[in-house]
């Protein structure tokens, strides 16, 4: 059982910037993938981010390259995303993902985050 919590969401101007975070605990492998996804109420689950398990590789949504950066902390089992330049576009709940990579990218996580809200105001 993997435990996902995130962190950081809030209420940003367009143009500002936010960093969440999100930690994993419990049972855990050593070789993972982690993600983003984020939803509003009118749009299906989307595909934001992905890294690598040793954080080498991301990927990115294409409305979001340039402008988010996902990265790894020293503690593995924590995972960042970087977000700027925000715009109202932007505004969901952001979740947090956890398994294997083409799984992530997917959208077949094998644990998922409560989430939390970004909301960008124009």
């Known amino acids: 059982q993997v435990q996902l919590v995130e962190s950081g969401g809030g209420l940003v101007q367009a143009g500002g910037s936010l960093r969440l975070s999100c930690a994993a605990s419990?049972?855990?492998?050593?070789?993972?993938?982690m993600g983003w996804f984020r939803q509003t109420p009118g749009m299906e689950r989307e595909f934001v981010a992905a890294?690598?398990?040793?954080?080498?590789?991301?990927y990115y949504t294409d409305s979001v390259k340039g402008r988010f950066t996902m990265s790894r902390g020293n503690a593995k089992n924590t995972v960042y995303l970087q977000m700027n330049s925000l715009k109202p576009e932007d505004t969901a709940v952001y979740y947090c993902?956890?398994?294997?990579?083409?799984?992530?990218?997917?959208?077949?996580?094998?644990?998922w985050g409560q989430g939390t809200q970004v909301t960008v105001s124009s």
């Open positions: 890294i690598s398990w040793n954080g080498v590789s991301t």
């Open positions: 419990g049972r855990t492998f050593s070789s993972y993938a």
């Open positions: 993902a956890l398994g294997g990579l083409a799984g992530v990218r997917d959208g077949r996580a094998d644990s």
